[in-house]
């Protein structure tokens, strides 16, 4: 299975995305001035959001290029439903609930079977919840001194107004579908619909 493996420091400053954005505390200790670039033409801005929204997510070309052309043939708006089924993947839902610090740490764990969904045990990262799903750490997993430690420590955090968990709870509920104003990061969506139009 190919992964992304770049320095994730290196590439939030190329795509200026915030390091929070992806889970991390740290900030990069470069020089901000050291490397200035010239003006990007439309083709570049385009291209830097869609690596942008590759990069958080942790998908690879082929796999988003699916998510396009399906979100494509729905009705609606193209842009928004393919940033909805980004949010909707399982191991982002991992992320958003606190059971890991980061979206690639979930994309493990979720690997790892460690997951169920409405009482079944899942282990496909890119599986789309659905609304009134329940997704719960398994039993065996949750007398880990691991899990104990993630939701101590993230369990806490702000919730997207889509998903329902107790602060200290080993479960999370799906409320409703994420909508675009629940995009915890900047992106237009539009230039990435208008790079794949070309």
Request: aromatic share 8%; net charge positive.
């Amino acid at each position: 299975m190919a992964k992304n493996t770049q320095p994730v420091l290196k590439k939030c400053k190329a795509l200026g995305l915030s390091p929070a954005v992806l889970g991390y505390s740290k900030e990069t200790t470069r020089n901000p001035k050291a490397q200035v670039r010239r003006k990007q033409s439309e083709y570049g801005r385009q291209l830097n959001e869609k690596q942008k929204v590759k990069f958080v997510y942790g998908v690879l070309e082929k796999q988003f290029y699916r998510y396009f052309k399906k979100a494509e043939r729905t009705k609606g708006i193209t842009g928004e439903i393919m940033l909805q089924m980004l949010e909707r993947r399982l191991d982002n839902v991992v992320f958003r609930m606190g059971f890991a610090s980061t979206r690639r740490e979930a994309r493990q764990l979720v690997n790892h079977g460690h997951f169920t969904v409405n009482g079944k045990r899942c282990d496909i990262p890119s599986a789309q919840v659905k609304e009134g799903d329940v997704i719960a750490v398994c039993q065996k997993s949750q007398a880990s001194p691991k899990f104990k430690t993630l939701v101590e420590e993230f369990g806490k955090k702000a919730m997207p107004q889509w998903i329902e968990k107790a602060p200290d709870a080993f479960e999370g509920k799906i409320i409703a579908l994420p909508v675009r104003a629940d995009i915890d990061f900047e992106v237009s969506e539009n230039l990435i619909v208008e790079l794949y139009s070309r």
